[in-house]
């Protein structure tokens, strides 16, 4: 089970990047009653009876992973979300993409660390292929948002050292302007 | 921290690179590999991400490609990185925290000696399958 809020956002999202999604949305709302992840893609998506078994531990999508047959992301996550008043909601439809949303409770004594948010962010976007993804952060009536291809743009590569430092600089200065929840 | 906007980036960008251009920051041959599976993430493979972003980056080195990829099934051992530089063997390292990451790009990147203590090596190919 992951540690913060920031490794399950990105072991979530990796899944849409593993699904071959072109445009990725990612939002994550923290109002100081809950703290909110909405991540929707238009990857390959799944069928209605694939989508009855993503909550089965015992169940991964076959030829994900080569010798592995659990799958334990999202249980785990729905577990840990419920388990602070929060909650898990997916939506799914092949071939058009998925919408998953995931909130816990902000003050539960079982709602993980948020972690960190920029770093989650900057590896993210290191990630190779060729997809769009944008990140919004509203925090205490702040807000930003930026995408992989603008930050590419401004650090010069998002691949070598050398931009990933501008880009981690410039996402750690965005994270520290927003007002706590 | 002020907000830094996207031209602000740029310039210290455009800065950065005028100070590269005097050394030479022809091509990028060295790949650090950062696995960043389920497991990394869980041992804490983010942090190592950005501590060999930042030393590679203090160093000013303009040779080098960071990249990550998926379990390598080196799960006991997270988190986990390999380095492939040219005339020497591509290693994987194991239990590669923030300190070790830094290690790592001072010995083999900038010294180009392998860092005794962490090497995994890569997982060794099924002599019957030949897999």
Request: proline share 3%.
């Amino acid at each position: 089970m992951h540690a913060t809020i920031s490794d399950v956002i990105c072991d979530t999202v990796q899944n849409s990047i593993e699904a071959g999604a072109r445009n990725i949305e990612l939002a994550l709302t923290e109002d100081g009653r809950m703290i909110r992840v909405e991540i929707k893609d238009d990857g390959k998506g799944m069928d209605e009876a694939t989508l009855a078994r993503v909550w089965d531990p015992f169940y991964t999508e076959p030829g994900k992973h080569a010798a592995r047959r659990v799958g334990l992301g999202l249980p785990l996550l729905r577990q840990i979300a419920e388990s602070t008043g929060g909650g898990v909601s997916l939506k799914s439809e092949k071939g058009r993409g998925t919408d998953l949303a995931y909130s816990f409770a902000a003050d539960n004594v079982d709602t993980p660390p948020m972690g960190d948010i920029a770093g989650t962010v900057l590896t993210l976007f290191n990630y190779e292929g060729a997809f769009e993804l944008v990140f919004r952060h509203a925090r205490g009536g702040g807000e930003y948002e930026i995408s992989r291809s603008e930050l590419a743009d401004a650090a010069g590569s998002l691949q070598d050292a050398q931009g990933l430092a501008l880009a981690s600089q410039f996402l750690r200065a965005q994270e520290e302007s927003l007002p706590a929840a | 921290m002020a907000k830094l906007t996207l031209d602000d980036l740029r310039k210290m960008r455009d800065k950065t690179q005028q100070a590269m251009s005097m050394r030479d920051s022809s091509k990028k041959d060295i790949q650090v590999i950062v696995g960043m599976g389920t497991c990394g993430i869980a041992a804490g493979a983010k942090d190592t991400f950005g501590a060999i972003v930042d030393a590679i980056a203090e160093k000013g080195l303009t040779n080098v490609l960071v990249r990550q990829t998926g379990c390598m099934g080196l799960c006991h051992s997270e988190p986990t990185v390999e380095v492939v530089a040219p005339d020497m063997p591509a290693v994987i390292y194991g239990n590669v925290d923030a300190a070790v990451a830094r290690e790592i790009v001072d010995t083999h990147i900038v010294g180009r000696k392998l860092l005794d203590g962490h090497i995994c090596d890569r997982p060794s190919i099924d002599i019957i399958t030949n897999k």
